[in-house]
T-cell receptor, first 114, second 111 residues
Framework: NAGVTQTPKFRVLKTGQSMTLLCAQD?????MYWYRQDPGMGLRLIHY???????AKGEVPDGYNVSRLKKQNFLLGLESAAPSQTSVYFC?????????????FGDGTRLSIL | DQQVKQNSPSLSVQEGRISILNCDYT??????FLWYKKYPAEGPTFLIS?????DKNEDGRFTVFLNKSAKHLSLHIVPSQPGDSAVYFC??????????FGTGTSLTVIP
């Protein structure tokens, strides 16, 4: 019973490098989300998707891009990593209906930018 | 600007006693509230929710209270158990499924 799986779990990058974080869910959820968690800041929404082929900006979208080519996958890309993007990244998914469904989270990706 | 605030970063409670975790919000359009529990190196897991049409929701040892006029909600855990030691996040939503999270409260239940 996998739920939401994030790949990789840890990564260290140099400033300016690019990378993609992968999120996969097996619950047939319509909605998917990317958050970042920083000390003293809680979880902040980066981007989200309400269905295959759709994406939308959250609270802190700058420096990130996303794609949802398949319903079960939601990719988060960093084109040119910056030290300010050092964080723990969480992916989540939820059903579309009924509204306000609780989100199911993955275990996070710890990303360090040197 | 933080729309959902948890002003207590940490809380310690004796096993068997009541734990009360607080959350305040600023956006009067929020109409749905959730609490999540998070263990180290794991993602948050859903605990309990409440809609703005209610002022209380109970699930076993967990009860959430909502005071709309004060824009305040609280999570009560009775009795507290050592396994409840975790970080607790409150979250709020207005329309759609976009949630705003608080900064979390780390609960330690002392055996």
């Amino acid at each position: 019973n996998a739920g939401v799986t994030q790949t990789p779990k840890f990564r260290v990058l140099k400033t300016g490098q690019s990378m993609t974080l992968l999120c996969a869910q097996d619950m047939n959820h319509e909605y998917m989300y990317w958050y970042r968690q920083d000390p003293g800041m809680g979880l902040r929404l980066i981007h989200y998707s309400v269905g295959e082929g759709t994406t939308a900006k959250g609270e802190v979208p700058d420096g990130y891009n996303v794609s949802r080519l398949k319903k079960q996958n939601f990719l988060l890309g960093l084109e040119s990593a910056a030290p300010s993007q050092t964080s723990v990244y969480f992916c989540a998914s939820s059903r579309r209906t009924p509204s306000n469904q609780p989100q199911h989270f993955g275990d996070g990706t710890r990303l360090s930018i040197l | 600007d933080q729309q959902v605030k948890q002003n207590s970063p940490s809380l310690s409670v004796q096993e068997g006693r009541i734990s009360i975790l607080n959350c305040d919000y600023t956006n009067s359009m929020f109409d749905y509230f959730l609490w999540y529990k998070k263990y180290p190196a794991e993602g948050p897991t859903f605990l309990i929710s409440i809609s703005s049409i209610k002022d209380k929701n109970e699930d076993g040892r967990f009860t959430v209270f909502l005071n709309k006029s004060a824009k305040h909600l609280s999570l009560h855990i009775v009795p507290s158990q050592p396994g409840d030691s975790a970080v607790y996040f409150c979250a709020a939503s207005a329309v759609g499924n976009q949630f705003y999270f608080g900064t979390g409260t780390s609960l330690t239940v002392i055996p």
